[in-house]
């Protein structure tokens, strides 16, 4: 199986090319790629890359606090994000957290450098293989081996780079985030919301629709056949509801018991359970 590793920048390079020594021996099937020299300006690049990033099944981004906006990183993880799922983009992070993230990288799952995170990625990884897998047991047992030789050389690189004077983000930049964040959680949980009264008339029609067909006053079975199909939705939709007044329950039951069946049929239904 093939992980393509990304990289933007030399300390990128730096771990992009311990993962790519690293990753093989917990998981002998992978066979990570990993471009040893940065050709972004070159021409090599519509004909290599382009062939591994659509035959990659994992996407692996080393991102760093110099490649945070690299418009190189953007790039392949939306071209990896193009053939692949999204949980499949795997952005690393060393060196900064999550709250540094801002942009198009924030729409994937990211993995900070710390052990928990890490095996849960290497988890992602192994699943892909199918009947191939490692079993839980041995993937754990590989992983606690290995994991210490990736931690040591990892934290060796970042103890050469000189710790920055200013933080990525402001307070302030975080804060108007988290802001923006709950208020669009506020307004999705309101237009989330149906008052009872809405509930209560979409029921009526859905019945009265329902009964007009049972009559054959309309397109009959057809068109019972698709009320039918929405059932399950309204269903959910209502049963939140429940409970709220005498005349919504009444309502529910008579929903509940509706037949989706013309009157013709329910009459060739019970004469074929006459003997």
Known sequence: MKVFISWSGP???????????????????????????????????????AKELSEAQIGIL??????????????????????????HVCPILFGITNTDLSGPLKQFQTTEFEKVEFHKLIGLI??????????????????EKW??????????????V???????????????????INRLGARRSRSAGLSPGVVHDLLEKY???????????????STLDSLQQMHRAVSHIVSRYAGSSDEMDKLISRFKRLSYKTRYEDEEDDADGVF
Request: aromatic fraction near 8%; charged fraction near 30%; glycine fraction near 6%.
């Open 11 to 49: 300390l990128s390079r730096r771990f992009g090319e311990a993962l790519r020594e690293w990753l093989p021996g917990v998981v002998q099937l992978v066979t990570p790629y990993f471009t040893p020299s940065d050709i972004e300006k070159g021409a090599r690049w519509s004909a290599e890359i």
């Open 126 to 143: 192994n699943s892909r293989l199918g009947d191939q897998k490692l079993p839980p047991k041995t993937l754990d047992n590989v992983f």
């Open 162 to 180: 000189r710790e920055p004077e200013e933080p990525i983000r402001s307070d302030r930049d975080i804060l108007e985030e988290i802001l923006q």
């Open 62 to 87: 080393c991102i760093t606090r110099e490649n945070l906006h690299s418009d190189w990183i953007l790039f392949e993880a939306g071209a990896l994000s193009k053939s692949l799922e999204k949980s």
């Open 207 to 221: 019945i009265a629709l329902h009964d007009e067909q049972v009559n054959e006053d309309g397109g009959y079975q």
């Open 147 to 160: 994991w210490p030789d990736l931690e040591k050389r990892v934290q060796a690189i970042l103890a050469d």
